[in-house]
């Protein structure tokens, strides 16, 4: 790298840094997720809530978003076309922290004959309300209808059921094959 191009980078990280402090992101992390990841987040993400004299029930509802957002992706992160599958189980995973509430964002790649069936889901999920997603998740259950990978949708019920906000996404278009799917779960701060 030539003094031009790392002055350029250096720019870019302070720039990143700034825009995390302004967004008061505690942690972002792309790469792998592993249950060694997921363990390592929930800890650190313990050590800030309890800094931050967070009450146990937004701690326990952090995790369990944390928890089942990091767990769609490695279950649901595609890569087609790629012989080593780079991206596969790969991620973004984000924690920001406002005044009224938690953010866990996450993305992943999805493929696109995986669209209309996510959004309707999502969709559905966010037109529901607390009875209606607690009728979705016990017909989920006893219906089974569970994709290849697992789920039938039941880590976004459980997220919308457990944070009683709606869940916000975006799909942005990669290439002619692939998005990247953005999903925010927002905690509210009692």
Request: proline share 1%; with cysteine; net charge negative.
């Given at each position: 790298?030539?003094?031009?191009?790392?002055?350029?980078?250096?720019?870019?990280?302070?720039?990143?840094?700034?825009?995390?402090?302004?967004?008061?992101?505690?942690?972002?992390?792309?790469?792998?997720?592993t249950?060694?990841?997921?363990?390592?987040?929930?800890?650190?993400?313990?050590?800030?809530?309890?800094?931050?004299?967070?009450?146990?029930?937004?701690?326990?509802?952090?995790?369990?978003?944390?928890?089942?957002?990091?767990?769609?992706?490695?279950?649901?992160?595609?890569?087609?076309?790629?012989?080593?599958?780079?991206?596969?189980?790969?991620?973004?995973?984000?924690?920001?922290?406002?005044?009224?509430?938690?953010?866990?964002?996450?993305?992943?790649?999805?493929?696109?004959?995986?669209?209309?069936?996510?959004?309707a889901?999502?969709?559905?999920?966010?037109?529901?309300?607390?009875?209606?997603?607690?009728?979705?998740?016990?017909?989920?259950?006893?219906?089974?209808?569970?994709s290849?990978?697992?789920?039938?949708?039941?880590?976004?019920?459980?997220?919308?059921?457990?944070?009683?906000?709606?869940?916000?996404?975006?799909?942005?278009?990669?290439?002619?094959?692939?998005?990247f799917?953005?999903?925010?779960?927002?905690?509210?701060?009692?």
């Amino acid at each position: 790298m030539d003094n031009k191009n790392i002055k350029g980078y250096i720019e870019f990280i302070y720039d990143f840094y700034k825009s995390m402090k302004a967004h008061e992101i505690s942690l972002v992390y792309e790469g792998e997720i592993t249950h060694q990841i997921t363990k390592a987040f929930t800890t650190m993400a313990e050590t800030n809530m309890l800094k931050d004299e967070e009450s146990n029930s937004v701690q326990k509802k952090v995790f369990h978003v944390m928890v089942e957002c990091l767990q769609n992706i490695s279950k649901h992160a595609d890569a087609p076309g790629l012989e080593n599958d780079i991206f596969a189980s790969r991620g973004l995973f984000m924690v920001s922290k406002g005044s009224n509430s938690y953010n866990v964002t996450t993305g992943n790649i999805v493929e696109n004959d995986k669209i209309s069936e996510l959004t309707a889901l999502l969709d559905h999920i966010n037109s529901l309300d607390k009875d209606g997603l607690k009728a979705l998740h016990k017909e989920q259950m006893q219906k089974g209808s569970l994709s290849e990978k697992g789920g039938a949708g039941l880590g976004f019920i459980d997220i919308a059921r457990k944070t009683g906000n709606k869940l916000e996404y975006h799909l942005l278009p990669v290439d002619d094959l692939t998005h990247f799917f953005v999903l925010t779960s927002t905690i509210t701060r009692e």
